[in-house]
């Protein structure tokens, strides 16, 4: 194998996320739809049935989006998406965790908790998924049955019908990603980039998320009757192209500080911390004090492995004086020093 083939499907976020990053980079690459047709070379690759799934041309496999990311971009370093002051490029980390870990929350709740979602979203990843040539009623009968199996795992984002304290969670999902799109909206005002003039590990981790959100009816109406600037965004983002320069850190720190603080430090890092500590006790379900409400959901085990990363990437760049004081002013460093 020459080059590298990256299976994936539209319908998932870390997919659309990597293959943004690789088109970014102009890194030589074959798209696959990991469709039934594609199953037996796809698991040559991968130890787990998730997409995306990175072959690579010595024959090895990754997993895993910001993995993946990484390894390529030691790989291919030109053009950059690392920052080379260290507390701006943790910032860019941390807003990429944030992204992979709460946004897909709202993309998550929204694809499977309105029916009129649920029946898109489904039919569109059967029709990416039937072998070639099936007809028409394949992919409807497997929709059906996508349904079925997505709707009660609304559980795994602390979502779901029919049950009080989800649908309170759900109504808080929704408030939050109504909230982090106005934030995005202020950013994206004077640049076409989270960080400046060229994409980060940010863009792309935010990307993979309203991608996803724009696409399904209900959040994508809503995005492109309110926000006119995220929409541009995620279609520069589809292809990008920028090689400025990034901002000074003063300046991101002033205007990043309203996400960090009302969505990261108030909301995201409370969370993941109760999650993590739940896991640690043994526990099957947790509630997170967030935000003045009692947010309950079941413990999720991945999330307690990415925070745990997020700490180890802040510990490098601890000593950094006015990362820590933004930190400090928008109640993130407690979380991140845990």
């Known amino acids: 194998?020459?080059?590298?083939?990256?299976?994936?499907?539209?319908?998932?976020?870390?997919?659309?996320?990597?293959?943004?990053?690789?088109?970014?980079?102009?890194?030589?690459?074959?798209?696959?739809?990991?469709?039934?047709?594609?199953?037996?070379?796809?698991?040559?690759?991968?130890?787990?049935?998730?997409?995306?799934?990175?072959?690579?041309?010595d024959g090895s496999g990754l997993q895993d989006s910001t993995p993946i990311m990484e390894a390529l971009e030691a790989q291919f370093p030109q053009p950059p998406v690392r920052a080379a002051d260290p507390a701006t490029d943790f910032l860019a980390a941390l807003l990429e965790e944030f992204a992979d870990e709460w946004?897909?929350?709202?993309?998550?709740?929204?694809?499977?908790?309105?029916?009129?979602?649920?029946?898109?979203?489904?039919?569109?990843?059967?029709?990416?998924?039937?072998?070639?040539?099936?007809?028409?009623?394949?992919a409807v009968q497997m929709a059906g049955m996508l349904e079925a199996r997505m709707v009660p795992r609304l559980s795994f984002v602390g979502s779901g019908r029919g049950n009080a304290q989800a649908e309170a969670n759900g109504r808080f999902i929704e408030d939050s990603f109504r909230r982090i799109t106005g934030l995005l909206e202020?950013?994206?005002?004077?640049?076409?980039?989270?960080?400046?003039?060229?994409?980060?590990?940010?863009?792309?981790?935010?990307?993979?998320?309203?991608?996803?959100?724009?696409?399904?009816?209900?959040?994508?109406?809503?995005?492109?009757?309110?926000?006119?600037?995220?929409?541009?965004?995620?279609a520069r983002m589809e292809d990008p192209r920028g090689?400025?320069?990034?901002?000074?850190?003063?300046?991101l720190a002033a205007e990043l500080?309203?996400?960090?603080?009302e969505e990261i430090g108030a909301r995201f890092l409370p969370w993941s911390d109760a999650n993590a500590r739940a896991l640690a006790a043994g526990e099957k379900q947790f509630t997170?004090?967030?935000?003045?409400?009692?947010?309950?959901?079941?413990?999720?085990?991945y999330h307690?492995?990415?925070?745990?990363?997020?700490?180890?990437?802040?510990?490098?760049?601890?000593?950094?004086?006015?990362?820590?004081?933004?930190l400090a002013d928008t109640g993130c460093l407690r979380w991140l020093e845990s």
């Open 1 to 57: 194998m020459s080059e590298y083939r990256l299976f994936g499907v539209e319908m998932s976020p870390y997919s659309v996320k990597v293959r943004a990053f690789m088109r970014y980079k102009k890194i030589p690459h074959t798209w696959v739809v990991r469709s039934m047709d594609q199953m037996a070379e796809f698991g040559k690759y991968a130890k787990l049935p998730l997409v995306p799934c990175l072959a690579c041309p």
């Open 103 to 138: 946004c897909n929350k709202p993309m998550f709740h929204f694809r499977w908790f309105y029916d009129a979602d649920a029946k898109s979203a489904a039919l569109r990843i059967a029709q990416e998924t039937v072998p070639a040539g099936s007809p028409p009623e394949a």
């Open 186 to 234: 202020t950013l994206l005002q004077s640049r076409d980039f989270l960080f400046g003039a060229r994409p980060t590990l940010a863009d792309f981790g935010l990307y993979g998320q309203f991608k996803e959100l724009l696409s399904d009816p209900t959040p994508g109406a809503w995005l492109r009757a309110n926000a006119p600037r995220t929409c541009a965004w995620v």
């Open 243 to 251: 090689d400025g320069e990034l901002l000074p850190f003063a300046t």
């Open 257 to 261: 500080a309203p996400l960090l603080r």
């Open 288 to 301: 997170a004090h967030i935000a003045g409400t009692g947010f309950t959901q079941e413990v999720q085990k």
């Open 304 to 326: 307690a492995k990415s925070l745990q990363e997020i700490r180890r990437k802040f510990a490098q760049v601890n000593g950094s004086a006015p990362l820590r004081a933004l």
